[in-house]
C-alpha cells in the first residue's frame, strides 16, 4: 500500500467565517476556495480553548480540554512531558519522514512533539526573548536568517516597525515581501521539498504565525481592503456583562471601546495578511504538482482559534463567540481517493482535536487510545451516520475566571464561572450573536436544555464548578487541570 504523504496548514487567529467561500463579504481568498472545492469545508468548526498554546495542545495531541488538562494559558510547560502521544508522533512511528516550518508555540521552544526537525518561527514570543536574552538562535529560526539576507543589518528583527505583537496597529510591512515572515515560511516549506527523502511519505505541517498582529502584511495586500466600508461599531443587548473589565481607548485592549476609525485600519490589515497567506498557500499546492507529489497528497487547512476583531467591542480571542471560536478546517483528501468528495461543506459540529483522527485515518494509521478526537473520514466521504458529537464543550480562563460555552454550531449557551452572566444564542436566526435570550420567557425551556448540557459537561469538575445538578459561581480556577500538573511534577 502506497501511504498518501499528508500537510497540515495552520494559520494563526483566522476566523471561521474569513473565507469567501463561506460567504465573506469583502475577503477574497481564492487559493483555499480552490481547495475547499477539492474536498470538504466543515462550517462549524471550533477551537474549543481558544488562545495559541493550549489550542496547539489541542492539534497536536488529538484530545479534549479535559484530556489534556490545558484550559487556559500558560507559557513555560514542558510539552513532552505533558503531553508525550502526539500526531507527529504517530506519523513518524509509521515511518513517515516528519517536518513542522513555523509557528509551534511549545516550551522549550526546539522541543520537536514527535517531528524529525522543525523550522521555527512563534513570532515575537514576550516569554522566550526574556529567557534567551534576544538570543535568537535558541529559539526562532526566521529572524538569524533575516539578518544573512543581502541589505539587511545584523541588528534586524520583524520588530523593527514597532507595531506590537497585540496591538491594533496596522501599516504595511516595512521591508521587501521575499522577508515577510509569511513569505519566509512558504519558502522554507518548498525548500524542504527537494530536502525530503523521496523513499519515505511524509507529513509536512506548516504554520504561518499571521494573521496573527502585528497586522503589517505588504503594501499591496494591506491598500486593497482600505477602501472597505468604513467599520462601524456593532453592540448586542449583553456586552455590559464585561463591563468590569473594559479598558477604552487601549490599543492592545482584549474587551472595550476603540475608534472605528483604529479598527477599519486593523481589520484592512487582518485581511491583507490573509490575502498574503492564500498565495503562499497556492505556491505550495503549486510545488506539489511540479514536484509530482500532487495525486498522492492531503492537505488540511485551519487555525488555532480566530479573533474578535471588535465585535461587541471585543478584540483578540479566548472567548466563546463566534469571532474567536469558531475557525476554519478544510480538507481535501489525495485526488487518488476517489471515495472522497468534492466541493461539499459539511454541517457537523468539529473541533481542533478531530484533525489528528482524521489525518491519521486518511493514511491508513491507527489512531492510539490517548486521542479522543473523533476521526471526521465518514463526513469526507458522504457517509451517513451518527453526528460526530451532539455538541461541543468549550472554556478558557480568562478574566479571572473559566468562560464556559456549549454550541451544536446552531445555539450556544455561556456562562462565566465568576460572575455568572448568561448568554443564549439562536446561531441560525443571528449568527452575529446580538441578540442575548437568556432571559427571554419564550426560550426558559431552550436554555434549560443547553445549561444541562453544560451541567453534564462540568459535573465531577475538580474545580467544583456543578453541586446538586446546578452550576456554581466563585470557584477557584487554574489553567492546568490536575491531573497534567501532577505528571509534571512527577517527571522533575
Known amino acids: 500500500m502506497t501511504r498518501p504523504n499528508v500537510i497540515l496548514i495552520c494559520a494563526d487567529e483566522w476566523r471561521g467565517d474569513c473565507l469567501s467561500a463561506a460567504g465573506h463579504p469583502h475577503l477574497q481568498t481564492p487559493h483555499l476556495d480552490e481547495l475547499a472545492a477539492a474536498g470538504t469545508r466543515f462550517d462549524h468548526a471550533y477551537s474549543a480553548t481558544p488562545t495559541c498554546v493550549p489550542a496547539r495542545v489541542a492539534l497536536f495531541t488529538g484530545q479534549s480540554q479535559e484530556r489534556h488538562g490545558r484550559v487556559g494559558y500558560q507559557e513555560g510547560i514542558p510539552f513532552e512531558v505533558a503531553h508525550p502521544v502526539t500526531l507527529a508522533g504517530e506519523f513518524r512511528k509509521a515511518g513517515y519522514q516528519t517536518q513542522a516550518v513555523g509557528k509551534m508555540h511549545v516550551y522549550p521552544e526546539r522541543s520537536r512533539a514527535g517531528f524529525d526537525d522543525v523550522i521555527l518561527h512563534d513570532g515575537f514570543l514576550h516569554f522566550a526573548r526574556r529567557e534567551h536574552k534576544l538570543n535568537f538562535r ?25 507595531v506590537n505583537c497585540n496591538s491594533t496597529v496596522a501599516r504595511p510591512w516595512d521591508k521587501a515581501e521575499r522577508l515577510h515572515p509569511t513569505s519566509w515560511a512558504g519558502t522554507q516549506a518548498i525548500d524542504w521539498l527537494y530536502r525530503r527523502d523521496p523513499t519515505r511519505p511524509f507529513f509536512l505541517y506548516l504554520s504561518f504565525h499571521r494573521p496573527h498582529p502585528p497586522y503589517d502584511p505588504p503594501a499591496w495586500a494591506f491598500e486593497q481592503y482600505l477602501d472597505l466600508p468604513a467599520f462601524r461599531r ?20 482584549a474587551f472595550g471601546t476603540l475608534s472605528e476609525a483604529v479598527t477599519h485600519r486593523a481589520r484592512a490589515g487582518y485581511y491583507g495578511l490573509m490575502a498574503h497567506v492564500d498565495l503562499q498557500i497556492m505556491r505550495l499546492r503549486e510545488a506539489l504538482t511540479g514536484f509530482g507529489l500532487a495525486d498522492n497528497t492531503v492537505i488540511a487547512f485551519t487555525s488555532d482559534h480566530g479573533e474578535m476583531m471588535g465585535d461587541h467591542d471585543f478584540y483578540r480571542k479566548a472567548v466563546g463567540y463566534e469571532g474567536s471560536a469558531r475557525i476554519p478546517f478544510i480538507v481535501a483528501a489525495a485526488p487518488s481517493d476517489g471515495g472522497a468528495l468534492r466541493g461539499a461543506v459539511a454541517d457537523q ?15 491508513g494509521l491507527p489512531v492510539p487510545p490517548e486521542c479522543d478526537g473523533k476521526s471526521l473520514v465518514p463526513a469526507l466521504r458522504g457517509e451517513n451516520g451518527l453526528p460526530v458529537r451532539r455538541w461541543l464543550h468549550g472554556e478558557h480562563v480568562y478574566f479571572g475566571q473559566s468562560l464556559q460555552w456549549v454550541t451544536d454550531g446552531h445555539v450556544k449557551y455561556l456562562w462565566a464561572s465568576g460572575w455568572g452572566t448568561e448568554e443564549l444564542f439562536d446561531l441560525d436566526a443571528d449568527p452575529e450573536e446580538l441578540e442575548n435570550l437568556a432571559a427571554d420567557p419564550t426560550h426558559a425551556h431552550l436554555l434549560e436544555l443547553w445549561k444541562s448540557r453544560l451541567v453534564q459537561d462540568l459535573t465531577g469538575r475538580e474545580e467544583g464548578f456543578v453541586s446538586d445538578g446546578r452550576l456554581v459561581t466563585g470557584r477557584a480556577v487554574v489553567p492546568i487541570l490536575t491531573h497534567t500538573r501532577l505528571r509534571l511534577e512527577a517527571a522533575r
Open 138 to 162: 535558541f529559539f526562532d529560526d526566521y529572524v538569524p536568517w533575516l539578518r544573512r539576507q543581502p541589505g539587511v543589518g545584523p541588528d534586524e528583527e520583524y520588530f523593527d516597525h514597532g
Open 234 to 253: 456593532r453592540l448586542g443587548n449583553w456586552e455590559h456583562h464585561y463591563d468590569r473589565v473594559r479598558t477604552d481607548g487601549l490599543h492592545q485592549a
Open 349 to 363: 459540529v468539529v473541533e481542533l482535536r478531530d484533525v489528528m483522527p482524521t489525518l491519521l485515518e486518511l493514511a
